[in-house]
């Protein structure tokens, strides 16, 4: 029974770094940056316990505010560069941020016993929920209430202006400005959510695995990060929700009995989805902008198409 | 003062395998207007395809650069089929995670396929290594430089002198514009990738000589490599990312010598982050800047 707490515990928090990248996304900015933003929010968390004795909440909440905080100063330059240049320069951020954690020292005695990063080492011994007595159903169920919180807050938040206006600037921003938006008000203001979102994300990871290390936050994962909305495509947040659970679930976990085999599936059943369903297993489907943005008649999917070469 | 002269003719050295890299990830970009993340596992694929001949036959270095030709580019064009020639041409997203998942695959394949931690590779130990007074010159270094730059002659040439090479600068310049004027733009654009395949190949082949062995760790390694030399240089000119990669290779011998390895790596995304804010355009090819801009919006 364990085993599928812990796997629905990975689901979680995979949905948290899913999301933040999928904020970023509505806005037409690929970030491989999310992996760093996790990566700080980890580690912030985990001080937070371990280091200075704080409770749990407002330790995640902490990680998600600074992590917010280091997204939006990253987020003024690096939305200066668009398209392929932005995900260079945002991979550039991500993995400075790596190797910051890999240099990283940084040791406080409690109780007898050492506690921080310590370099290429990690952090080892994030152990609150053991201390405290959480059994791993209450984790579960803990992290599980976090991401209900987060999706339903950008469910929400996807139908009121912000939304629209986040996925008018995704669209077309050229049309977006001539409306009066602050493109880079609008862009920031999404890498900043992602940022807090990767960062609570970030930290329930650290409490969950109780040792992190420079390596997990690597390019691999700031790719996961990124596939999980254009998988799910962009519709609405159960998109991200559902490429978590078909890619953590179904390719990594549930085809284990597959052995050699699963690599091979996993590719395959990706590509497969991706031809399928270019926009998304869920698509693409933005309802409120026309009428927000009074684009005149409906044309399906031309909000796309129109980038066609 | 010996020593940044060293670092430099090293860093050139490295630098034009990375400016290979560059080409054939420039080339790619030029064509599709998309992301090809399976770049360095298609490669890697290559590399292994010759150490596989190696070990088992102890065959010549002829031999074995022909297998990691064959690999990397049968490897690029399996990708190219599945994630880019299938998909919708205005789904640039949808060709990028379908990458992903093909990087994974063909990576994941070599690991199972080649279980230990790494493999033996030929090195070029015939040639001689060559003393300039107090310089050393590693051939094997020479040899890169010598076949970058010939790579980069027949190339320019292909695409400034042939009908082919019309036809993918045509291609590079609008999609739809080469369509009207009856340009077979799927056929053009597999052949480019597998030019640049190719070309990629060959800057694994002499990376891999150069080290003398290798591991499933060099995918990763070759697309970040081409990946930031393509784009410090700026997108969309095949001397640009020469130039990229040639800059690239001088900043890490240098870093590498003064601040060691992880310094090195600090170094490196530190001036990539800071370059990219500073001039987006890239350091090179400023001559076409609105299509490129062009390209940059289609991402």
Known sequence: ?309 | MIDVVQNTLDGLAIGSAYGLLALGFTLIFGVMRRLNMAFGSSILVGIFAGAWLHGQWAAGMIPIFAATLAGAVLAAAYVERLSFAWIRGDAALASMASSFALWMQLEDGIARAFPQRSYAFPSFDILPLLELGPLLLRPEFIAMFLTAAVLVVALHLMLTRTVFGLQVRTLSESREAARVSGVNVGRVAFLTFCIAAAIGGVAGFLIAATDGQISTKLGLWITMKGLIAMVISGLGSLRGALIGGLVLGLVEAQAQWYLGASGREITVFALLFVALILLPQGLAGRADAAARNEALRRL
């Not at chain 1, 933005?286 to 009428?291: C, H, N, T, V």
């Open chain 1, 1 to 309: 029974m364990d085993f599928y707490f812990g796997l629905a515990q990975i689901f979680g928090v995979h949905t948290l770094l899913g999301l933040s990248a999928y904020v970023v996304l509505l806005t037409g900015q690929v970030s491989m940056a999310q992996a760093g933003f996790y990566a700080i929010g980890a580690y912030t968390a985990g001080a937070m316990t371990a280091m200075f004795g704080l409770h749990i909440l407002p330790a995640i909440v902490i990680a998600g505010l600074v992590s917010a905080a280091i997204a939006c100063i990253v987020g003024f330059p690096a939305l200066r560069v668009k398209g392929l240049m932005l995900v260079v320069a945002t991979l550039a951020f991500g993995e400075m941020v790596r190797l910051f954690f890999f240099n990283l020292s940084w040791q406080v005695e409690r109780g007898g016993e050492l506690f921080g990063p310590d370099g290429a080492e990690g952090f080892r011994s994030i152990r609150y929920f053991p201390e405290n007595g959480w059994e791993v159903w209450h984790v579960t169920v803990f992290i599980w209430i976090v991401v209900a919180v987060v999706m339903a807050a950008l469910w929400w938040m996807d139908r009121t202006r912000a939304g629209a206006v986040l996925r008018a600037v995704g669209h077309d921003e050229v049309a977006a400005q001539s409306i009066g938006l602050n493109l880079t008000a609008v862009k920031v203001g999404a890498m900043t959510a992602g940022g807090f979102i990767a960062g609570l994300g970030g930290g329930i990871y650290a409490h969950t695995v109780t040792h992190i290390e420079h390596g997990v936050f690597g390019v691999l994962l700031a790719t996961f990060a990124i596939a999980y909305p254009i998988l799910g495509g962009l519709g609405s947040v159960f998109g991200t929700l559902l490429a978590v659970l078909f890619i953590q679930g179904f390719l990594i976990e549930g085809l284990r009995f597959m052995g050699d085999w699963r690599s091979l599936l996993f590719g395959a059943l990706i590509v497969l989805a991706m031809n399928l369903r270019p926009n998304g297993l869920l698509g693409e489907h933005a309802p409120r902008l026309k009428s927000i943005l009074r684009l005149g008649k409906p044309a399906p999917d031309s909000l796309e198409t129109k980038d066609a070469n």
